[in-house]
């Protein structure tokens, strides 16, 4: 069956700039997480969604940054006001039912450049 | 906290040797314990699991055995092969009380030459 997908693929923005990233999750995944990935940090955790709860919003790292998802399906990561730190590639990732030993699949991710 | 700490790469191997990528960790509780591995120009792909202390993860020739006395998962290969050169990602998911978010070490280069 299908992936999970997100688009676009890559992003050039300029400072300043609102952005927003896409994540499709595979269908069925009740549980959806975002990470970044970047030279000096990582890969990071940012935000997870599980059903109807309220997200865990303990890895956003600032308040530029938000995260929606409508319909427990499709979800939004926008960054407001971008800065050259945000450049990262963006992760999303799906599981099943987010318990701890589940498998959790990786989308392809967003490249952020901000210039 | 919980933590990862895996050795610094790159690690650099001819074909058919043997390899270990050492994985460590910090964590309260029981946590499942992973190995993920991004091969060039591709997302992240899971490689192995083990939820429990003692269970053996394996996939592809790989494995790793999750090591409760001694915090540790590495990671074993024992005749890598050009196509395994990738970066591999040791990460843990805390016990359920918490987000089973995933806490990732920084990564192994491994780079296999014929």
């Known amino acids: 069956g299908a992936g999970v997908s997100q688009s676009p693929s890559n992003k050039v923005t300029e400072k300043g700039k609102d952005v927003e990233l896409r994540c499709d999750p595979i269908?069925?995944?009740?549980?959806l997480y975002w990470y970044r990935q970047s030279l000096g940090q990582g890969l990071e955790f940012l935000i997870y969604?599980?059903?109807?709860?309220?997200?865990?919003k303990s890895g956003l790292p600032s308040d530029r940054f938000s995260a929606e998802r409508t319909g427990g399906s499709v979800s939004t990561l926008t960054i407001q006001r971008t800065q050259q730190e945000d450049s990262a590639v963006y992760l999303c990732?799906?599981?099943?039912?987010?318990?701890?030993?589940?498998?959790?699949?990786f989308g392809p991710g967003t490249r952020l450049t901000v210039l | 906290g919980n933590s990862v700490t895996q050795m610094e790469g790159p690690v650099t191997l001819s074909e058919e040797a043997f390899l270990t990528i050492n994985c460590t960790y910090t964590?309260?509780?029981?946590?499942?314990l992973f190995w993920y591995v991004q091969y060039p120009g591709e997302g992240l792909q899971l490689l192995l699991k083990?939820?429990?202390?003692?269970d053996k993860g394996s996939n592809k020739g790989f494995e790793a055995t999750y090591r409760k006395e001694t915090t540790s998962f590495h990671l074993e290969k024992g005749s890598v092969q050009v196509s395994d050169s990738a970066v591999y990602f040791c990460?843990?998911?805390?016990?359920?009380?918490?987000?089973?978010?995933?806490?990732f070490g920084t990564g192994t280069r491994l780079q296999v030459f014929p």
């Open positions: 990460a843990l998911s805390p016990t359920p009380n918490n987000t089973d978010k995933l806490i």
């Open positions: 964590a309260t509780g029981y946590p499942s």
């Open positions: 969604f599980q059903g109807n709860s309220a997200p865990d």
């Open positions: 990732a799906s599981s099943r039912s987010g318990t701890r030993t589940d498998t959790q699949y």
């Open positions: 083990a939820t429990k202390a003692d």
């Open positions: 269908s069925g995944h009740t549980a």
